[in-house]
């Protein structure tokens, strides 16, 4: 596609429910980014891919975040048992290749979630 | 620690050349300068990056000075589509750093 394209475009869960956030890269890119942006807040990074390998998850805050990219284009964040302080927008960015130093990564709208 | 500094807001009026600063006094010759902006209910957008010469694209210029401590994004005719955050950010250009390392931003309001 023309873009990164992310959904569901908003996300209200209910304390202790599991969500599952998902991300199209634009067509060929090689590397996928999730991050996390509180309100408020410029956007934390939390997990990076590089075609299906999940090259860094530091950034996931807790062992109830999970990502996956089985197949190296499509990738899905899963949140288990949703807590309130995991309400924030959701962003995902990919890029073509390595990105040493070039142009920049294209970030999708976010899904912003709400864990009521 | 944070490796910029931008001021937390400013206003500019439309049609006239939006400046907006930004401090990266601990920058090493292996670092970039990128720029990103966020409009209200949208992801960062790349505007323009830079390493130690002026660059200047469709969008805006990027001003560096000589010792690297400092840079300015100028938007040269600002349009209240401009209206955004506006993230400066300091990246290794080493193949390994991948990570954006957004700070607080500086909220810019174009007024009629």
């Known amino acids: 596609g023309a873009g990164v394209s992310q959904s569901p475009r908003y996300k209200v869960a209910k304390r202790g429910q599991d969500v599952a956030l998902r991300c199209d890269p634009i067509?060929?890119?090689?590397?996928l980014f999730w991050y996390q942006q509180a309100l408020g807040q410029g956007p934390e990074f939390l997990t990076y891919?590089?075609?299906?390998?999940?090259?860094?998850k530091s950034g996931l805050p807790s062992d109830r975040f999970f990502a996956e990219r089985p197949e190296g284009s499509v990738s899905t964040l899963k949140i288990q048992r949703t807590q309130q302080e995991d309400s924030a927008v959701y962003l995902c960015?990919?890029?073509?290749?390595?990105?040493?130093?070039?142009?920049?990564?294209?970030f999708g709208s976010g899904t912003r979630l709400t864990v009521v | 620690d944070a490796k910029t500094t931008q001021p937390t807001s400013m206003d500019c009026a439309e049609g006239r050349a939006a400046n907006l600063p930004c401090n990266h006094s601990?920058?090493?010759?292996?670092?970039?300068v990128y720029w990103y902006r966020q409009i209200h209910s949208q992801g960062p957008q790349y505007i323009i990056h830079?390493?130690?010469n002026n660059e200047t694209n469709e969008m805006a210029s990027l001003i560096i000075t000589e010792d690297r401590k400092s840079s300015t994004l100028i938007l040269p005719h600002a349009t209240l589509r401009d209206t955004a955050m506006y993230y400066c950010?300091?990246?290794?250009?080493?193949?390994?750093?991948?990570?954006?390392?957004f700070g607080a931003g500086t909220t810019v309001t174009v007024r009629a």
């Open positions: 891919f590089q075609n299906e390998a999940q090259l860094d």
């Open positions: 601990t920058i090493s010759g292996n670092e970039y």
């Open positions: 067509s060929g890119h090689v590397s």
């Open positions: 960015a990919s890029s073509l290749g390595r990105d040493r130093g070039s142009s920049g990564y294209t």
């Open positions: 830079g390493l130690k």
């Open positions: 950010i300091v990246r290794s250009r080493l193949s390994n750093d991948y990570k954006l390392s």
